[in-house]
């Protein structure tokens, strides 16, 4: 049975990755959307959410000000300050674990595909550091670096929910369809994956 599922998953992620080589093709002729945010696809809300039975993902597109708004809201205005001096794109992503064993979630193997060159993997802390403005905050932001972006991998207790944002270095350029590609999610000691889809809107025009 788990042989199985994981055939199918395989499946999943080559047919998504077809989709978004030949989506890139199509860009590269256009030259692809420089100035963009990302959206689910026609006819859903504002939040990508996919639901397997054993866990529940969704996941946001945020752009600086709405990030700015929810880091503000959640305590992290002096993080929300220096994240505007980085060149990012950002998702809150909401994970559930609704098994009834631990949920083990790798954020380092979580992939954007943009549709134009290779995979994105996430901005961890070490990149961050790098990038953060030095100063007197300089360690409260570090600090609520930890606690606001997914970095490390967590675990998930049966029936709780994780919040976080999930930050990839900005592209220069998209093409028309995005997506999120959860890998390494282990439930119960069981490995499963996920795809969340986005269509890329120019806001150049």
């Not at 199985?4 to 992620?13: A, C, D, H, I």
């Not at 880091?71 to 300050?81: A, K, M, R, V």
Request: aromatic share 8%.
């Amino acid at each position: 049975m788990v042989r199985s599922r994981m055939r199918r998953y395989r499946k999943v992620f080559f047919a998504v990755l077809v989709t978004l080589c030949a989506a890139a093709l199509a860009s590269c002729a256009s030259e692809g959307i420089g100035v963009f945010k990302l959206t689910p696809v026609k006819g859903q809300a504002a939040t990508v959410s996919v639901h397997n039975g054993q866990v529940t993902l969704s996941a946001r597109y945020l752009d600086a000000g709405q990030r700015m708004t929810y880091l503000q809201d959640s305590g992290y205005e002096p993080l929300g300050l220096g994240l505007r001096q980085v060149s990012l794109v950002t998702f809150l992503v909401n994970v559930r674990n609704n098994s009834t064993g631990e949920l083990l979630m790798d954020p380092g193997s979580i992939r954007l595909a943009v549709g134009m060159g290779p995979l994105l993997s996430p901005y961890n802390y070490a990149h961050l550091y790098m990038e953060l403005p030095r100063g007197s905050d300089r360690q409260r932001i570090l600090g609520d670096l930890k606690e606001a972006v997914y970095d490390k991998s967590t675990t998930i207790p049966p029936g709780r929910t994780m919040e976080k944002l999930l930050l990839f270095k900005r592209p220069e350029k998209v093409g028309p369809e995005a997506a999120l590609l959860f890998q390494r999610l282990y439930v119960g000691g069981q490995e499963t994956q996920a795809v969340l889809d986005f269509v890329a809107v120019d806001l150049g025009k």
